[in-house]
């Protein structure tokens, strides 16, 4: 299993150059170049809600991408740091501005569904995780 890390912080200037590393490291996986764009999409959406969640919460870590080739499988998670609370923590006065953002948090991940069969979202207390997988139609040329 090959493993390409990227970080980067926290500035949406910083998404595209993430998009095309993907989509980059992906065509070498193997993965269909008629799905690529998809893959572009899917990636720039997740790290768009990443770089939007680290500056709604002034997190200064960065943002990370892990691009991992598996037998048969290309896979990418997008992380952030930013805390998730439950439902029921919203501060009073505050809840046009949680209900909004909570809002355009789901349209980005509802986008990143429509874009990918297999993809799993996790979120607690230390961040979230984004993990979207490809099938690739070819050995890939090693990533070493």
Same mark, same amino acid.
Not at 52 to 79: M, N, W
């Given at each position: 299993?090959?493993?390409?890390?990227?970080?980067?912080? =926290?500035?949406?200037?910083?998404?595209?150059?993430? $998009? @095309?590393?993907?989509?980059?490291?992906?065509?070498?996986? *193997?993965?269909?170049?008629? %799905? @690529?764009?998809?893959? !572009?999409?899917?990636?720039? +959406?997740?790290? &768009?809600?990443?770089? *939007?969640?680290?500056?709604?919460?002034?997190?200064? +870590?960065? %943002?990370?991408?892990?691009?991992?080739?598996?037998?048969?499988?290309?896979?990418?998670?997008?992380?952030?740091?930013? /805390?998730? &609370?439950?439902?029921?923590? $919203?501060? /009073? #006065?505050?809840?046009?501005?949680?209900?909004?953002? =909570?809002?355009?948090? +789901?349209?980005?991940?509802?986008?990143? &569904? *429509? @874009?990918?069969?297999?993809?799993?979202?996790?979120?607690?207390?230390?961040?979230?995780?984004? !993990?979207?997988?490809?099938?690739?139609? &070819?050995? #890939?040329?090693? @990533?070493?």
């Amino acid at each position: 299993m090959a493993t390409v890390e990227l970080r980067f912080s =926290a500035l949406p200037e910083h998404v595209r150059t993430a $998009r @095309l590393v993907a989509a980059a490291v992906a065509r070498r996986a *193997g993965v269909d170049e008629a %799905v @690529l764009d998809e893959v !572009r999409l899917a990636v720039g +959406e997740a790290c &768009s809600r990443a770089v *939007g969640l680290h500056q709604s919460a002034g997190i200064i +870590e960065p %943002v990370r991408v892990a691009l991992i080739e598996e037998e048969k499988q290309f896979s990418i998670e997008v992380g952030d740091e930013a /805390p998730r &609370s439950a439902p029921g923590d $919203r501060a /009073p #006065g505050g809840a046009v501005d949680v209900d909004a953002e =909570a809002e355009e948090d +789901e349209m980005g991940l509802a986008v990143i &569904s *429509g @874009l990918v069969d297999d993809v799993e979202v996790t979120a607690g207390e230390n961040g979230g995780l984004i !993990r979207m997988t490809w099938p690739t139609t &070819s050995p #890939g040329i090693a @990533l070493a």
